[in-house]
């Protein structure tokens, strides 16, 4: 199994970071990338949070379709801010300390001719993950979520039936861990585990590991 270098100050660590240990070489940017919860309250300027926007812009899609699209709110309208962490479920109060939520959706018809679009999650996540990328770039974090009210989210949100909800986004400045509920605090210690490469990747047939 892979796992992930945690770089710490023994159990008083105040940012906690986690570099990827490949087995083969890849850039910088991804091997720092993971999911942190512990969000700073401090306020993300519109420069970073735009750039970050921008990444997501120019993913691939099918047919350059684009069917990605973001509601973004920001503690610049903390009432706004509060009425969109209302969809998120318990295990996801971590993220009411991000000055960031986003409400990733996706069209799910082709816009020349409303012919259902399979592909549209798949190009989603393609944007989010470079979301993810450009957040660490710009010295953020970023945490996506499932762990939401789908219905209600969809009635605040004011979302369209041709549209699917995807995740939930947060993102903001990190913090401390001592920020976290408690029972996340061991997790933000805990490695992250990655399958080997032959496990996930095949030579011209299933189980035919490409190492």
Known sequence: MLTEEIDTEEETATIITKTAKADFPISEIISRRWS???FSTRHVEK?????????????PSSRNEQPWRYIVFTNDNPEKLKK???VLK???DYAKRAPILICAITKITYSDNE?????????LGAANENMFLEAFNQGLIMHEMGGFDLQKAREVFNIPED??????????????YHVLPDRLKEKAFTPRIRKPLSKIAFIEELDNGII
């Open 36 to 38: 942190a919860r512990a």
């Open 84 to 86: 969109a962490q209302s």
């Open 163 to 176: 549209y699917e909800i995807g995740v939930m986004i947060a993102i903001g400045y990190q913090d401390t």
């Open 90 to 92: 318990e295990i996801n």
């Open 115 to 123: 012919i259902p679009n399979r592909l549209h999650f798949h190009d």
């Open 47 to 59: 420069s970073k949070l735009l750039s970050i926007l921008e990444a997501a812009r120019w993913a």
